[in-house]
């Protein structure tokens, strides 16, 4: 991933992306700089945190609470996979067990069958932090397509893949 541009943000950007972070994850960054990268060759929007990728920005779902309806054209600031590994979440948790690891490592959207927990917070549409169950490491960034309550069970997809270890993101470095 080539590096178009650089650029600090404002404090009012700052105070957008450490608010949602505590708001949505229970993690609080305290952090002297942030930066904004943008990438020739990739659509991620990725905030360097104290020079570290730490933050993506990813689609907003549903409406947007600013004017009670239509779909969001903006986006929502939340923690990549090295972020929730150097901040671990409170909140917005799906654990895996072993056997899922590799698929979720791979990309791989997950499923029922891989989750041993999913936090009750959790709604269809929010974003959510995947982690494995053995060393408490996070593995995955993805949006629920089920509430948390349901994620447990037999079958089905309940977690799209959006950010994973291994991929372009998480291989980035300045």
């Known amino acids: 991933m080539e590096v178009k541009s650089r650029h600090h943000l ?100 997950i499923m029922r069958p891989g989750i041993t927990e999913a936090d009750d917070d959790i709604s269809e549409g929010d974003l959510v932090v995947i982690n494995e169950e053995s060393h408490g490491k996070f593995l995955a960034v993805g949006r629920a397509q089920t509430s948390g309550d349901d994620m447990v069970g037999d079958s089905g997809k309940v977690v799209k893949s959006l950010h994973h270890v291994g991929d372009d993101l998480f291989e980035f470095s300045v």
């Open 10 to 109: 404002r404090s009012d950007e700052v105070d957008t992306i450490t608010t949602a972070l505590s708001d949505n994850l229970g993690v609080e960054l305290d952090a002297d700089s942030f930066e904004k990268v943008e990438f020739d060759d990739s659509d991620w929007d990725v905030v360097l945190v104290d020079g570290d990728p730490l933050v993506l920005y990813l689609d907003r779902e549903g409406p947007r609470p600013s004017d009670g309806g239509g779909e969001a054209a903006e986006k929502e600031p939340f923690l990549t996979v090295q972020g929730a590994n150097q901040h671990p979440p409170q909140k917005h948790v799906v654990t895996v067990d072993a056997g899922a690891v590799s698929f979720v490592s791979d990309g791989a959207d």
